[in-house]
């Protein structure tokens, strides 16, 4: 088996329910096929290994821990892989959210006090600052004064690399270095594996106004999360099943 030989070969008998699933099918690959591809895609020469052990990660950007031990080597690799399990063709996946004062906190983002307070605004974390907006809780992008925009859109510009990085990859240890997204809509399932990097060649593009009055850098959405419990966080989303087609 090789890279080649898995093109188009990403159609799952069962799909997956959720994260523990690929988790028991990696502690199985000697016998599990799918395994068996994934490490191949992942660089790995199946008569190399001499064992591999799983196991999910909680509050990480990787969703699942895959330590892989070679013959020929005495330290283990060690491949860190988020997880995206989707049930439609189309539809926005959660990739980060957090109250807007975190992204300086603990991301250290050094967001001035200016963007702070747009981006409150946006969230609906501060009110308005406009009479009659579209809506009594928040403000919308195109909402803000041209010189708002403006200064919002050049610290988005300024800062894209390590926002989307921070918001897809992560940080540390745990951070994602794969992503499989595992799609079921009825009785069809397939499932694609990605590097990070391809990942995020991907999503990265252009600052902008989203059609809705949210921003988007390139394909990825960031909006206010809405809803409960935490209504007025800043949220980033993506569509995953794009990596189908890439």
Wanted: overall charge positive.
């Amino acid at each position: 088996m090789n890279k080649a030989q898995l093109l188009g070969s990403q159609t799952a008998k069962g799909g997956f329910k959720n994260e523990q699933d690929i988790v028991d099918k990696f502690n199985k690959w000697e016998v599990d096929v799918e395994a068996q591809k994934w490490l191949v895609l992942m660089n790995y020469v199946l008569d190399e290994i001499e064992s591999v052990k799983a196991v999910v990660l909680q509050r990480y950007k990787a969703d699942i821990n895959v330590q892989i031990r070679l013959k020929s080597k005495a330290a283990l690799d060690v491949e860190n892989i988020q997880v995206k399990l989707v049930s439609n063709p189309k539809g926005f996946n959660q990739i980060d959210k957090r109250p807007v004062d975190t992204y300086n906190s603990i991301l250290n983002w050094n967001m001035s006090n200016n963007i702070l307070n747009i981006l409150k605004r946006f969230t609906g974390e501060l009110p308005p600052a406009i009479e009659n907006p579209r809506n009594s809780r928040r403000m919308f992008i195109d909402e803000f004064s041209k010189n708002e925009q403006e200064e919002l859109f050049d610290f988005l510009k300024s800062n894209k690399a390590r926002i989307i990085n921070d918001v897809l990859r992560g940080r540390g240890e745990f951070s994602a270095e794969w992503v499989i997204v595992a799609q079921k809509v009825n009785e069809s399932a397939r499932w694609v594996l990605k590097n990070i990097n391809e990942v995020i060649n991907h999503y990265d593009g252009d600052v902008k106004i989203s059609p809705r009055g949210s921003i988007n850098i390139g394909r990825i959405l960031i909006q206010r999360k809405g809803g409960t419990p935490d209504p007025t966080s800043l949220q980033f989303k993506i569509n995953p099943a794009e990596l189908f087609d890439i």
